[in-house]
C-alpha cells in the first residue's frame, strides 16, 4: 500500500508539474483586435482563389530585368509567386511546405525556409491564416511611423505548440507587420528569409504593400515594393485580380 500511494503521488506530482510549467502561447489582445480589424478592411474572408498579374522590374547590383509576375493563392496555406525575367523563377507555399522552381528544375525547401515563404504580396489570407491558427503568438509592438504616416507595429509567430518536433521552428518563424492606424491597411511586412542550403543564414526581407483597390469586396495591393537586405530588389505593379477562380493543386506543387 505505502508503495503505491508513493507511486500515485508522484504521478500526481509530475502532471501537476507539467501543467505548471506549460507555457501558453502569446496572444496580445490588443494586437489580435488590430490584425483582426486589418482582416476586416481588406474584406473579411479570404478567397477561395486569386489570381493577380502584373509587371515587375527587378534590381540586381547595376542590372535592371522587366517581366512578368503571377501571384496565385488558394484558400489560406496555399500561394505560388511566378515571376517571368531574364531570372524566371516559381516559388510555391502549399501547407506548410515550400518549393522553388528555377531552369525547369523544382527543388524543395527545407522547413527552416518554408515557414516563410507564404506570400506576403497578398495579406488577408496569411493573416487570416495566422489569427485562426491556435499556435500562432501576437504582440504589439507600439504605434510608430512609415512613410510619414501613423502605423501599428504588430509582431506574430508560430509557436508549433502543439506540434513539439516543430517547435525548434518557431524563432524562424517571426514576421512584423505595419497596419495603417487610420485604415487597418497592412503597409509593410518583414521577415527573415532562411538560406535554402540549411547552412542557417538569413536575410531580411521588407515588403511595402500600397494602392489597395477594390476587387469584388477585396482590397488588394496593386503596388508593391521588396527590398532584400536593404537594397531595393523588385518593383510590381498589379494590372489586374482576379477572385474564385477555380485554382486546384496542382498550381501548388511541391516535391
Request: with cysteine; hydrophobic share 40%; aromatic share 8%.
Amino acid at each position: 500500500m505505502r508503495v503505491a500511494s508513493l507511486f500515485i503521488s508522484a504521478c500526481l506530482f509530475l502532471s501537476q508539474s507539467a501543467v505548471q510549467t506549460a507555457t501558453p502561447v502569446q496572444r496580445d489582445p490588443q494586437a489580435v483586435a488590430l490584425l483582426q480589424t486589418s482582416v476586416q478592411a481588406m474584406g473579411g474572408t479570404a478567397p477561395t482563389a486569386s489570381l493577380a498579374m502584373g509587371d515587375i522590374v527587378t534590381v540586381a547590383g547595376s542590372l535592371n530585368s522587366t517581366g512578368t509576375i503571377r501571384i496565385l493563392t488558394r484558400g489560406t496555406d496555399q500561394t505560388s509567386e511566378q515571376i517571368q525575367t531574364s531570372s524566371s523563377f516559381t516559388r510555391v507555399y502549399s501547407r506548410g511546405r515550400a518549393s522553388i522552381t528555377t531552369g525547369g528544375s523544382l527543388s524543395t525547401l527545407p522547413m527552416e525556409s518554408a515557414v516563410t515563404t507564404q506570400s506576403s504580396c497578398f495579406p488577408l489570407p496569411f493573416l487570416s491564416a495566422a489569427l485562426a491558427n491556435p499556435d500562432t503568438a501576437f504582440k504589439y509592438i507600439g504605434l510608430e511611423t512609415l512613410n510619414g504616416s501613423s502605423v501599428q507595429h504588430i509582431q506574430f509567430w508560430n509557436t508549433f505548440a502543439s506540434i513539439p518536433d516543430l517547435q525548434p521552428l518557431a524563432n524562424l518563424s517571426h514576421r512584423d507587420i505595419w497596419v495603417d492606424a487610420t485604415s487597418g491597411l497592412p503597409q509593410r511586412v518583414s521577415f527573415a528569409s532562411r538560406s535554402s542550403d540549411r547552412s542557417g543564414s538569413s536575410v531580411p526581407v521588407d515588403v511595402l504593400l500600397s494602392d489597395y483597390r477594390n476587387t469584388n469586396g477585396i482590397l488588394y495591393p496593386f503596388s508593391i515594393q521588396v527590398s532584400v537586405n536593404g537594397t531595393p530588389w523588385a518593383t510590381i505593379s498589379i494590372q489586374n485580380v482576379t477572385l474564385n477562380s477555380g485554382l486546384d493543386d496542382s498550381s501548388f506543387l511541391v516535391q
